[in-house]
């Protein structure tokens, strides 16, 4: 069994859903390769998150993005962490709605994810800069 781990910095984004698999796909593939096993992805921060869905309509990363600020709003009078600007509370709630890990299969050296699935970099702030991706691979050699 093979186990590697990388942490990829994934450029600043602006507010939405981003995908990010090819980008994944990239860095796994300067591991030691493996035939098939598990990728798990794990994100360094607390105000991002990291979801899988539909990666062929742009649509759904918009409404994506529309539905999460709703549930979610900015500016609530009844939030106290309120010091690093009026994203940042929601930011974090988001985050904790999301998530920030994802355990994928990987086979081939590659993430095996279905015909129109993708793995999306949420990111929540205005300005959230770059983010930090920890990628552990476990799997059996190729």
């Given at each position: 069994?093979?186990?590697?781990q990388t942490?990829?910095?994934?450029?600043?984004?602006?507010?939405?859903?981003?995908?990010?698999?090819?980008?994944?796909?990239?860095a796994?593939?300067?591991?030691?390769?493996?035939?098939?096993?598990?990728?798990?992805?794990?994100?360094?921060?607390?105000?991002?998150?990291?979801?899988?869905?539909?990666?062929?309509?742009?649509?759904v990363?918009?409404?994506?993005?529309?539905?999460?600020?709703?549930?979610?709003?900015?500016?609530?009078?009844?939030?106290r962490?309120t010091?690093?600007?009026?994203?940042?509370?929601?930011?974090?709630?988001?985050?904790?709605?999301?998530?920030?890990?994802?355990?994928?299969?990987?086979?081939?050296?590659?993430?095996l994810?279905?015909?129109?699935?993708?793995?999306?970099?949420?990111?929540?702030r205005?300005?959230?800069g770059s983010?930090?991706?920890?990628?552990?691979l476990?799997?059996?050699?190729?």
């Amino acid at each position: 069994m093979i186990v590697e781990q990388t942490v990829v910095s994934l450029r600043a984004r602006p507010r939405g859903a981003h995908l990010i698999s090819q980008e994944i796909d990239a860095a796994i593939a300067k591991l030691e390769p493996i035939e098939h096993g598990l990728a798990h992805l794990h994100l360094l921060h607390t105000s991002a998150a990291l979801t899988l869905n539909e990666n062929s309509d742009p649509d759904v990363r918009t409404d994506l993005s529309a539905i999460i600020d709703r549930l979610v709003p900015e500016s609530q009078s009844w939030y106290r962490h309120t010091l690093e600007g009026p994203d940042d509370m929601p930011a974090h709630a988001k985050s904790s709605l999301l998530g920030a890990s994802l355990v994928l299969p990987v086979r081939d050296g590659r993430l095996l994810l279905g015909t129109w699935q993708g793995v999306y970099l949420v990111e929540c702030r205005d300005r959230g800069g770059s983010r930090r991706l920890c990628i552990t691979l476990m799997g059996s050699p190729a």
